[in-house]
């Protein structure tokens, strides 16, 4: 079996597309998420399947380094935020 990448994509006006990948998905000790145009104003949240907000992180850049360790093995939704647009991506953690 491969390790699969996960994918969303949003456009926020007619001329930006915000992108979303989450590598390695399923992941371990951390997850590695990569935004397309990422901007001072973007809001990254993780939450588990209830809708709690397990972490929040601001100043968005081009790559985040997010450490897992600590979270229990399941399934979780990144969300990136900027104004009222949303790209959603689920995670799963092993």
């Not at 935004?35 to 397990?54: P, Y």
């Amino acid at each position: 079996m491969s390790p699969c990448n996960s994918v969303g994509v949003n456009e926020i006006n007619n001329d930006v597309v915000i992108s979303l990948v989450l590598q390695p998905n399923p992941a371990k000790d951390k997850v590695i998420i990569r935004v397309s145009n990422a901007d001072k104003n973007m809001t990254l949240e993780i939450r588990n399947m209830l809708g709690q907000l397990i972490m929040t992180k601001q100043n968005i850049e081009e790559q985040n380094e997010i450490d897992l360790l600590g979270m229990k093995s399941g399934v979780y939704f990144v969300t990136l935020t900027k104004d009222k647009t949303r790209v959603t991506q689920k995670l799963i953690v092993e």
